[in-house]
């Protein structure tokens, strides 16, 4: 069917190829992209065009000299206004006011390895009356936010809010306030509690941590508010100076030296040596004196300690075996110790760390996820380089392609084998967020391994991550299938991407964007519209990454369709090896230096697959519906580009609300597949009809084969 232009106020024109009215949240977002001055001639929708981040996922856009990051292919979500974020400051504060101020702050990020660190923020609006989702911990906590929102898992990677389940265990954020008034917070990957004025020391923000002479260095609060980490609050001290410049402000007030405050003053004292941090405290000051004493009294020294050692063994060895001795330990071994996450009494210092361990593992658990009625404005933050930042609720929050293969054989082989076949597939392809146990020497000697310390310094930590997901299939609308097509032909059909790794890298370029068009002032009219300028740094650093990530999925594709050829070959031929007739593998999500109407421009493909002349390229439908393979026809007014798939009728949320596993059960028969409450929102009726959007892109591509699955794993 051709194209039609919009009706709409665009400053270019938009060509679509979909048979519905885009509604006024479309609309709007395909405005602003045209608002940029570096589009080019016009952006094409194709038919499974709906809303995505910053542009419609199911666009094409031409660009002069720029490409923009989100526009690739990234999703966002946000939080209901009164969602509390903890500061530095020591505060809380709803996330709406904050986004009312527009001030810069400093908040709490976590690193994948689990390390708390604090970084600059912003918070912004993002959207307008946005369907809501509620995510209940076991904290007796409960989060509101759109259902796309990811939150960071226990192991670093992240899962958005509407397929959290039960018992899914979320990075945690624990803080409370020592006797001194100082904050303290807990270090995930070590359990153990660190002052907050050290952790933005150590986050680099108050620049090189200093050394003096004959001094330790310390932190002063200028205003004396210990629970105060703002950076302008703090300051780096040598401790002896630290001690005079107090005792100069003793000197300077009356009150100090009153025998009122005196008496206070020692009353304070005696409460604190009583304490665990107290007593420590003056333990280490008394080492700290002796070891003064010893340093410039050595001589007396020696001679008042001459015998210590075998007077002290002597004792120890009486003390261990007397009646007292022995009760201490005793009553040592059985003393009991509170939980900080869940109150309850543990006996032992050994049993509490083992509580901890096994019951929490350091974190907090999702104890239900529940799509909500009512639509609220939602906002969020920007957290450049960490890209996530820590609830008062005590928990984290923050490219793909497709491949097909022919087979030489026809479906009659399979008969009786499918559920074997979809087990050993489950069994052999991690889905979700697992990776690999085992690395194939395949994938340790990809090349691209080489470049990785090229890439963005936001992922350098991720380099294991990276390896063990390699052969990975993902999670969402990530699919492998195997098909029959009208001539009983055998083929082999997956989608996946870039994974963990491919999703860091696009976030950490558009905070980069971001905090450029920020920082030149740049009025843009979506916040996820920042873009990088060709010939620049930033555009350098980001393209690099963009083709890296790329290569990524593709060898990420190549390693699975290896591994399911083969779980194929053994249930037909005996695991003896075919070559196929046709292979076809084809990128969405990313952008390509091509040239259109006789210019060289950037074209994004988002959601969308490339379809010049003699292209082949990958149409899925949704589960239990047909799939396509198609050849392109090189039409120009889409950019030689056509539909990636269905694209969703419903949000995952309302598909969750609207479907049941009986319908799953019934829209999936002939497919062998799970028919759960786990893949409801993956339902066919949550699509598009197939046929539909086939019909509208019949200018875009010839179909070559019609496939329809006989086995469906999901992600």
Same mark, same amino acid.
């Given at each position: 069917?051709?194209?039609?232009?919009?009706?709409?106020?665009?400053?270019?024109?938009?060509?679509?190829?979909?048979?519905?009215?885009?509604?006024n949240?479309?609309?709007?977002?395909?405005?602003?992209?045209t608002?940029?001055?570096?589009?080019?001639?016009?952006?094409?929708?194709?038919?499974?065009?709906?809303?995505?981040?910053?542009?419609?996922?199911?666009?094409?856009?031409?660009t002069?000299?720029?490409?923009?990051?989100?526009?690739?292919?990234?999703?966002? +979500?946000?939080?209901?206004?009164?969602?509390e974020?903890?500061?530095?400051? /020591?505060?809380?504060?709803?996330?709406?006011?904050?986004?009312q101020?527009?001030?810069?702050?400093?908040?709490?990020?976590?690193?994948?390895?689990?390390?708390?660190v604090?970084a600059?923020?912003?918070?912004?609006?993002?959207?307008?009356?946005?369907?809501?989702?509620?995510?209940?911990?076991?904290?007796?906590?409960?989060i509101?936010?759109?259902?796309?929102?990811?939150?960071?898992?226990?192991? /670093?990677?992240?899962?958005?809010?509407?397929?959290?389940?039960?018992?899914?265990?979320?990075?945690?954020?624990?803080?409370?306030?020592?006797?001194?008034?100082y904050?303290?917070?807990?270090?995930?990957?070590?359990?153990?509690?660190q002052?907050?004025?050290?952790?933005?020391?150590?986050?680099?923000?108050?620049?090189?941590?200093?050394?003096?002479?004959?001094q330790?260095?310390?932190?002063?609060?200028?205003?004396?508010?210990?629970?105060?980490?703002?950076?302008?609050?703090?300051?780096?001290?040598?401790?002896?100076?630290? =001690?005079?410049?107090?005792?100069?402000?003793v000197?300077?007030?009356?009150h100090?030296? =009153?025998?009122?405050f005196?008496?206070?003053?020692?009353?304070?004292l005696a409460?604190k040596?009583?304490s665990?941090?107290?007593?420590?405290?003056?333990?280490?000051?008394?080492?700290?004196?002796?070891?003064?004493?010893?340093?410039?009294n050595?001589?007396?020294?020696?001679?008042?300690?001459?015998?210590?050692?075998?007077?002290?063994?002597?004792?120890?060895?009486?003390?261990?075996q007397?009646d007292?001795?022995?009760a201490?330990?005793k009553?040592?071994?059985?003393?009991?110790?509170?939980c900080?996450?869940?109150?309850?009494?543990?006996? =032992?210092?050994?049993?509490l760390?083992?509580?901890?361990?096994?019951?929490?593992?350091?974190?907090?658990?999702?104890?239900?996820m529940? =799509?909500?009625?009512?639509?609220?404005?939602?906002?969020?933050?920007?957290?450049?380089?960490?890209?996530?930042?820590?609830?008062?609720?005590?928990?984290?929050?923050?490219?793909?392609?497709?491949?097909?293969?022919?087979?030489p054989f026809?479906?009659?082989?399979?008969? +009786?084998?499918?559920k074997?076949?979809?087990?050993?597939?489950?069994?052999?392809?991690?889905?979700?967020?697992?990776?690999?146990?085992?690395?194939?020497?395949?994938?340790?000697?990809?090349?691209?391994?080489?470049?990785?310390?090229?890439?963005?310094?936001?992922?350098?930590?991720?380099?294991?991550?990276?390896?063990?997901?390699?052969?990975?299939l993902?999670? @969402?609308?990530?699919?492998?299938?195997l098909?029959?097509d009208?001539?009983?032909?055998?083929?082999?059909?997956?989608?996946?991407?870039?994974r963990h790794? @491919?999703?860091?890298?696009?976030?950490?370029?558009i905070?980069?964007?971001?905090?450029?068009?920020?920082?030149?002032?740049?009025?843009?009219?979506?916040?996820?519209?920042?873009?990088?300028?060709? @010939?620049?740094?930033?555009?350098?650093?980001?393209?690099?990454?963009?083709?890296?990530?790329?290569?990524?999925?593709?060898?990420n594709?190549?390693?699975?369709? /290896?591994?399911f050829?083969?779980?194929?070959?053994?249930?037909?031929?005996g695991?003896?090896?075919?070559?196929?007739?046709?292979?076809?593998?084809?990128?969405?999500?990313?952008?390509?230096?091509?040239?259109?109407?006789?210019?060289e421009?950037?074209?994004?493909?988002?959601?969308?697959?490339?379809?010049?002349s003699?292209?082949? @390229?990958?149409?899925?439908?949704?589960?239990?519906t047909?799939?396509?393979?198609?050849?392109?026809?090189?039409?120009?007014?889409?950019?030689?580009?056509?539909s990636?798939?269905?694209?969703?009728?419903m949000s995952?949320?309302?598909?969750?609300?609207?479907?049941?596993?009986?319908?799953?059960?019934?829209?999936t028969?002939?497919?062998?597949?799970?028919?759960?409450?786990?893949?409801?929102?993956?339902?066919?009726?949550?699509?598009?009809?197939?046929e539909?959007?086939?019909?509208?892109?019949n200018?875009?591509?010839?179909?070559?084969?019609?496939l329809?699955?006989?086995?469906?794993?999901?992600?």
């Open positions: 069917m051709p194209h039609e232009q919009l009706n709409l106020s665009t400053a270019k024109p938009v060509l679509s190829w979909a048979n519905h009215e885009l509604d949240r479309e609309a709007q977002m395909a405005q602003n992209v608002s940029l001055p570096f589009v080019f001639k016009h952006v094409a929708l194709m038919p499974d065009v709906h809303l995505g981040k910053g542009a419609l996922v199911g666009s094409v856009i031409a002069k000299d720029a490409v923009i990051p989100a526009a690739v292919g990234v999703d966002i +979500g946000c939080f209901t206004g009164d969602t974020i903890p500061l530095v400051d /020591g505060k809380k504060y709803a996330i709406a006011e904050l986004a101020q527009q001030r810069s702050i400093y908040v709490y990020a976590c690193t994948d390895s689990g390390k708390i604090s600059k923020a912003i918070a912004r609006k993002t959207r307008h009356n946005a369907s809501l989702v509620k995510v209940v911990l076991d904290n007796g906590r409960e509101r936010c759109t259902p796309e929102h990811q939150f960071m898992l226990r192991d /670093g990677s992240y899962q958005e809010a509407c397929n959290l389940q039960p018992d899914d265990s979320l990075m945690p954020f624990y803080s409370k306030t020592d006797k001194d008034g904050t303290l917070i807990q270090q995930n990957y070590s359990g153990r509690w002052k907050a004025h050290w952790i933005v020391a150590r986050s680099g923000i108050l620049g090189e941590i200093p050394k003096f002479e004959n330790r260095t310390i932190i002063h609060h200028k205003n004396f508010n210990q629970a105060d980490n703002r950076p302008e609050n703090l300051e780096f001290m040598g401790n002896c100076d630290h =001690s005079a410049y107090h005792r100069s402000l000197d300077r007030n009356t100090w030296q =009153s025998p009122e005196e008496a206070r003053r020692q009353k304070a409460a040596a009583k665990k941090e107290g007593y420590k405290y003056f333990a280490q000051r008394g080492t700290a004196n002796i070891l003064s004493y010893m340093q410039n050595p001589e007396h020294f020696h001679q008042s300690v001459a015998r210590n050692g075998e007077r002290g063994k002597q004792y120890l060895v009486a003390y261990n007397s007292k001795g022995r201490k330990s009553e040592i071994a059985n003393r009991f110790y509170t900080e996450t869940c109150g309850e009494e543990i006996k =032992s210092p050994i049993g760390h083992n509580h901890r361990k096994y019951e929490h593992g350091y974190n907090h658990k999702v104890v239900a529940i =799509s909500l009625e009512e639509k609220e404005d939602v906002y969020c933050l920007s957290v450049p380089k960490y890209n996530n930042f820590a609830l008062s609720a005590g928990v984290f929050v923050h490219n793909c392609g497709m491949a097909a293969v022919k087979m026809t479906g009659d082989g399979l008969e +009786g084998k499918l074997k076949i979809r087990h050993q597939i489950e069994r052999s392809i991690p889905v979700g967020r697992w990776g690999n146990k085992r690395i194939e020497k395949n994938v340790t000697n990809w090349q691209g391994w080489r470049d990785f310390k090229e890439l963005h310094p936001g992922v350098q930590d991720l380099d294991n991550k990276a390896l063990q997901q390699m052969g990975s993902g999670g @969402g609308n990530h699919f492998i299938e098909c029959l009208t001539e009983n032909y055998v083929w082999l059909m997956l989608h996946s991407g870039s790794i @491919g999703n860091k890298l696009a976030q950490c370029h905070s980069t964007g971001k905090k450029l068009a920020e920082l030149a002032n740049i009025s843009l009219p979506d916040p996820d519209l920042a873009y990088f300028v060709a @010939g620049t740094p930033e555009f350098a650093a980001y393209w690099r990454d963009l083709q890296w990530a790329q290569n990524y999925a593709r060898f594709r190549d390693v699975m369709m /290896g591994r050829k083969k779980i194929v070959e053994e249930f037909v031929t695991g003896k090896e075919i070559k196929p007739l046709l292979s076809v593998n084809c990128h969405h999500n990313y952008a390509e230096k091509e040239v259109h109407f006789g210019k421009v950037y074209v994004t493909r988002k959601g969308a697959v490339r379809a010049k003699e292209d082949y @390229g990958i149409i899925p439908g949704s589960m239990g047909k799939s396509y393979i198609v050849k392109g026809k090189g039409n120009h007014d889409s950019y030689c580009s056509c990636h798939g269905a694209g969703r009728l995952r949320t309302k598909a969750k609300k609207e479907f049941t596993v009986e319908d799953v059960i019934e829209q028969q002939g497919v062998e597949c799970r028919k759960d409450s786990k893949i409801i929102d993956e339902i066919p009726g949550a699509y598009k009809p197939i539909q959007v086939m019909a509208q892109q200018d875009l591509v010839e179909v070559v084969a019609t329809k699955q006989v086995v469906c794993v999901k992600g």
